[in-house]
């Protein structure tokens, strides 16, 4: 097995769980929108505008969610040692380097990716 593989699957099945779920929460709430009238066909570019949208949020919200998790993955699998670490023993690793921030760094960077 490749370095960071099972921290690979800790940070995908959240990130996409947590994409999906908040992509159908915002999309099912055009409704809200005042002057959205499903039926109208001059209305049809606000429907793409709005799953645009909700598709774009979605994504930077589920990244910052699991961008701690991404921080974990990469410094397992760049580790030069002999031993692995485990995910429990990078995650202290880098806390105790820089605290909580040190988790999120680089995170601006992919948002405006």
């Not at 959205?36 to 930077?60: C, I, V």
């Not at 410094?75 to 690793?93: A, V």
């Amino acid at each position: 097995m490749q370095r960071g593989f099972f921290t690979t699957m800790y940070r995908d099945v959240p990130s996409y769980a947590s994409y999906f779920g908040i992509f159908e929460y915002i999309k099912q709430r055009k409704h809200l929108v005042e002057y959205y009238e499903p039926e109208n066909p001059k209305q049809k570019w606000l429907n793409l505008f709005w799953t645009m949208n909700a598709g774009g949020l979605a994504g930077a919200l589920s990244w910052i969610i699991v961008h701690p998790i991404d921080i974990v993955k990469t410094n397992q699998q760049i580790y030069k040692g002999d031993k692995e670490l485990t995910f429990c023993n990078t995650f202290m690793k880098l806390y105790r380097e820089g605290g909580f921030r040190r988790l999120f760094r680089g995170n601006v960077m992919t948002q405006a990716g």
